[in-house]
Every structure is written in C-alpha cells, then in structure tokens.
C-alpha cells in the first residue's frame, strides 16, 4: 500500500501550453542538471543506438504535445523534467549527447535502461558513473566560456536531479547476491554519484526513489501477477535510500538534498487515479496484450493506443503519461503536498547556495549569446 499524503483532486488541463519567455535569456541565471533512465530520457537513446528503430523517436510517442516530432521521450509528451523547466523558466533541458546543441542551462544525461550496477552490460545506456563523467566533460566546456570563479559558482547553485534504480532491479537476475545486498549496492552507488559531484563543487541535490515496480503494467504482465522480489527491491530501496542520505547530510553539512517520493506518489496514482483526476492506473494507454505492457510502438508486435491519453497515468508499460508527470512534477516542485521532503525543488531554485556572497555579475560571452535559444520548444 502507498502512504498517499495528499488526497487532493487535481484538474488535469488538456490544453496546449503555449510557451513565451518574459525575461531575456542572457538575464537568467538557474542552472539544473539531469541524471537518470528513461523517465527522464529527452532524447540521448539514439546516439547510443544509432542504428535501431526506437519507437520512442515515433508515433504514438509525442502524440500530445511534440506533436509530429517525437524526441525520443518516453511519453506521449513531456518529462517531470520538462515540466519542472518549464515551471522555472527555463528552456527544456537538452539531451547531452548531443554535442551540437547549447550547453549554457546545463543538460540531461539520462538514458533509458540506464542502471547504477551495470550487472548485465547495457551498451546501449550510459549507466550512473558514464553519466557523471559527462557531466565533468560539460564542465569542461564551461570553463572554456567563463573564468573559474564564474563555473565555481555555477556548479555550486546548479539543481541536480537523480533519478535511478529501477532497471537494475529489472536486471537483478544478473546479479549474485541477496535482495539486501543488491538494494545496498544500488543505493551505495547513487550515494557515490552524489559524493563525485560534490567534490566537484554541487551542493543541491534531488533524489528520486523508484515506482513501486509490482504495480507497473510491464511487470504485471511480463510476470503474471505481483512480482514479490521486484515489489520488495523497490520498497527497500525507498528506505534504505531516505536513511543512507540522513547519514550523508551529516557527513556532509553544506550538502543539501531533498528526496522526492516517486514510490508513495506513483503507488497513489496506481492506487486510486480518480482522486486525482485520472481513469486508469492499471493498464498502459499503449501496449500489448493484458497490460498494454510492452511492445508500445514497436514494429514487430500488434499493439493498441488508447483514446484519451491523459485519462492513464502509465503511457506505456513503465513509463507516465504527460498528464501524470505534470501532477508528478506539480508534487516535486512544492513541498506542500508531501511528496518531497525537506524541501520542495522549487526551494532549490530560488535559494542560492552557500557562496552567494560572491555577488557574481552575470555577462555571457558574446558568441554564447548568440547561440543562446529564446525560450521556445524546437521539435
Ligand atoms: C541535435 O541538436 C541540434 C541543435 O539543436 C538539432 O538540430 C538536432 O536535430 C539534434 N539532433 C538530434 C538527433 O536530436
Ligand atoms: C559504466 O560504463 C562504463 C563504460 O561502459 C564502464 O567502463 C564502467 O565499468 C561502468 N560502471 C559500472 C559501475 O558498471
Ligand atoms: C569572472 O567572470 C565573472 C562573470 O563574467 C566576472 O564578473 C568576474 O570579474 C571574472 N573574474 C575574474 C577573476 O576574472
Ligand atoms: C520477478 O522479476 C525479476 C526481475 O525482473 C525476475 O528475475 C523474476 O523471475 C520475477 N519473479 C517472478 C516470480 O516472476
Ligand atoms: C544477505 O546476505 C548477507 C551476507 O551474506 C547476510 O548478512 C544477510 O543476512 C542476507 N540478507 C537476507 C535478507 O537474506
Ligand atoms: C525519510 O526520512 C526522514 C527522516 O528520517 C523522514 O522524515 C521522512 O518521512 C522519510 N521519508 C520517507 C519517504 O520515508
Ligand atoms: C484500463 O484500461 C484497460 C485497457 O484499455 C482496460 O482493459 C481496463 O478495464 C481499464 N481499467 C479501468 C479500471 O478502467
Ligand atoms: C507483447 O510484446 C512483447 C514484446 O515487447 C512480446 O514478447 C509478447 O509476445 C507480446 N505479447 C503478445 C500477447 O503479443
Ligand atoms: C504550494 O502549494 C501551496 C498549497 O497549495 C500554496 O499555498 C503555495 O503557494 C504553493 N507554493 C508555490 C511556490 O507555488
Ligand atoms: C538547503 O536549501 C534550503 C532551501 O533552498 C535552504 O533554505 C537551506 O538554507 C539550505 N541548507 C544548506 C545547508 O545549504
């Protein structure tokens, strides 16, 4: 059972957002960083998987907002990520892997099937530790644009976000070892990231659990019923996470995170998805067979979309519908509804960290003005 802390009904609007930027880009001054699977994947899957045909780059996925032009999210739309961004004012978060495009915001690094463990080897993902070693390759870039004090103090009030866990406990069966050794290794492995950025220079951190994996239409179709071992990884993780970042912060007293509950937020959805405005928590909206589970958009298998997208709270077997992670991000981002504790993302952003006394007077370079994007989608 999920611990459901707000019951409130949200009103999901169908609506196009139409997005205009009020202040020039050259004034903003927020930077966030993304790290995770394919929650939050915007588009780094081809790069690593050139030559497959990835549904996620086709219809059905997009549908509903990138219409026509499917980034390679999986969702009918946008991320958690995109919704946070766009609720701060910032350009949506570009996949890093693509060297062309501009840096200047900071970058997403997830990648879907991305693990911290790597217990089956995954070419096809950037595990964890890829992903903070492209992370120093940014900064990298950074410092050839600004001098050390300004990267310092961009990276030090930079948000991190972490989002992880999920596929390794998919792959557990690759792993030797107990359920409470392989939740220690996990969890102790996002720990490491934490502490690789942090000695980098990044202060503010937030970690997201994972779903309650039993209840997702993958699992319960894939495996027939509720799968004990994969409801039992999830829930330990949440725990042993929560606890293992308590004892980080006092290691570490200038670090600050802030863990949002994925686990609990999902498990309510999945629970009870007319108290927030949604029809069905069961099944995928696309997918095949019992679940609409898997085979969403694939090309080898038959597989069925549903009418109205924002009446599910899964897209497809694993992953939310757009509808789901704007209520999803709408929890992350203010500390009211319970879902994130201490501090809602929003907290992070407004806050500058503990060096703002260095009172920075922000001038961009004039080619990375140039190069600057206004604040509009560009599928
Ligand atoms: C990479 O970024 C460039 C510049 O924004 C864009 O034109 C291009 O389509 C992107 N490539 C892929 C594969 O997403
Ligand atoms: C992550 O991937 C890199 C590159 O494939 C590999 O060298 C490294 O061993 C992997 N890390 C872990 C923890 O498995
Ligand atoms: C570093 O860059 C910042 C922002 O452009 C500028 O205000 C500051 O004077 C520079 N510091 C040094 C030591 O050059
Ligand atoms: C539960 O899921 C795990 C990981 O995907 C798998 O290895 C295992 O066989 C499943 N267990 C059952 C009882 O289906
Ligand atoms: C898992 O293995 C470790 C080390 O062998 C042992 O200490 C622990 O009790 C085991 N945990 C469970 C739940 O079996
Ligand atoms: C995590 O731990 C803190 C402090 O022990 C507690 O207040 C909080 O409710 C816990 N969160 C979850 C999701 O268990
Ligand atoms: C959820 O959708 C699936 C697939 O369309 C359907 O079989 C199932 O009955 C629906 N469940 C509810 C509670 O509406
Ligand atoms: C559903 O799709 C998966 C591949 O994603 C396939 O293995 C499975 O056989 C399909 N199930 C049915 C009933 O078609
Ligand atoms: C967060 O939600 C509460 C209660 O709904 C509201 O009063 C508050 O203004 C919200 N905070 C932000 C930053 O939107
Ligand atoms: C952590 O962040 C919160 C919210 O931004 C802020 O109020 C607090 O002072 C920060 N704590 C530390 C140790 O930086």
Redesign the pocket.
């Known amino acids: 059972m999920a611990i459901c802390l707000a019951h409130s009904l949200f009103i999901l609007s169908l609506s196009v957002l139409t997005l205009v930027n009020p202040t020039p880009v050259y004034s903003f001054d927020k930077y966030f960083f993304i790290f995770g699977d394919g929650l939050y994947d915007p588009g780094n899957k081809i790069f690593l998987n050139p030559d497959e045909y990835l549904p996620s780059f086709h219809s059905p996925y997009g549908t509903t907002f990138f219409t026509g032009h499917p980034t390679g999210r999986y969702s009918d739309g946008r991320t958690v990520a995109d919704f946070i961004a766009e609720k701060e004012g910032f350009p949506f978060l570009i996949p890093a892997l693509n060297g062309s495009e501009d840096f200047t915001y900071g970058a997403n690094f997830a990648s879907e099937g991305a693990t911290v463990l790597d217990s089956k080897k995954d070419e096809t993902s950037l595990n964890l530790t890829s992903q903070v070693e492209l992370f120093n390759f940014v900064i990298d870039l950074w410092k050839l644009l600004y001098n050390e004090t300004e990267v310092k103090r961009r990276v030090n009030m930079a948000v991190y976000l972490i989002s992880i866990g999920a596929q390794d406990y998919f792959d557990s069966v690759y792993f030797i070892g107990n359920h409470t050794i392989i939740v220690d290794k996990v969890v102790a492995g996002i720990l490491d990231a934490i502490k690789a950025l942090y000695a980098i220079g990044a202060?503010?951190f937030v970690v997201q659990n994972v779903a309650q994996l039993g209840g997702l239409p993958f699992v319960k179709q894939k495996y027939g019923k509720l799968n004990e071992t994969l409801a039992i990884y999830a829930e330990a993780h949440r725990d042993e996470l929560n606890r293992t970042l308590v004892e980080l912060g006092e290691e570490y007293?200038?670090l600050?995170y802030t863990v949002f509950n994925a686990y609990d937020a999902i498990g309510c959805l999945i629970d009870a998805p007319e108290d927030y405005g949604f029809k069905n928590g069961s099944s995928a909206c696309c997918g095949n067979s019992t679940y609409r589970g898997e085979a969403c958009g694939a090309l080898e298998y038959e597989y069925c979309v549903c009418g109205n997208k924002a009446e599910y709270v899964f897209f497809d077997g694993v992953h939310n519908t757009d509808a789901a992670n704007e209520l999803l991000a709408e929890w992350m981002w203010n500390k009211t509804k319970g879902y994130v504790r201490p501090?809602g993302v929003h907290?992070?952003f407004?806050?500058s960290?503990?060096n703002s006394n260095l009172q920075i007077q922000i001038q961009m370079p004039r080619t990375q003005a140039a190069r600057a994007r206004p604040f509009k989608v560009y599928y």
């Open positions: 202060r503010k007293p200038d600050n501090y907290d992070f407004k806050s960290s503990d």
